[in-house]
């Protein structure tokens, strides 16, 4: 019984990190062909290498154009799930006990409270000037 309970847990993670890559892929992707680059290379990029393709999109972004439509919805869902995943897997690996269990335990609530803090924060417009 416990074993199945385990393997409904670690499904469950994967799952939700996985589902997580793929939203913040896919907003890095929509944001760079709007802004006119290869919206495929970087969302493989941001896939693949998630850790460090985050801050190095942020820095190339600054060289690119702006953009001349705002996001569509779907954009902004998937960046918010993207970024509040990310952002609450990180603080919960900061102010849990260093065990994976533990990082589950804590990382469960912050996505509750990350996803939608980080639709506010990146995608409303009155909001959007902190992160600017």
């Known amino acids: 019984m416990a074993m199945g309970l385990l393997?409904?847990?670690a499904i469950t993670v994967l799952g939700t990190f996985l589902i997580a890559g793929l939203c913040l892929s896919y907003a890095i992707a929509a944001d760079a062909?709007?802004?006119?680059a290869n919206g495929s290379i970087w969302g493989l990029f941001a896939f693949v290498f998630s850790p460090i393709a985050v801050p190095v999109y942020l820095l190339h972004r600054r060289e690119?154009?702006?953009?001349?439509?705002?996001?569509?919805?779907?954009?902004?869902i998937a960046g918010s799930i993207g970024v509040g995943v990310a952002t609450a897997v990180i603080v919960g690996g900061i102010v849990?006990?260093?065990?994976?269990?533990?990082?589950?335990?804590?990382?469960?609530?912050?996505?509750?409270?990350f996803v939608p803090l980080a639709f506010v924060c990146c995608y409303?417009?009155?909001?959007?000037a902190l992160v600017a």
């Open 124 to 128: 409303e417009p009155g909001w959007r």
């Open 64 to 76: 690119l154009p702006r953009r001349t439509d705002s996001p569509g919805r779907l954009e902004r």
């Open 7 to 9: 393997a409904i847990l």
């Open 33 to 36: 062909n709007a802004r006119g």
């Open 96 to 113: 849990s006990p260093p065990d994976p269990y533990s990082l589950i335990l804590y990382a469960g609530p912050l996505i509750v409270l």
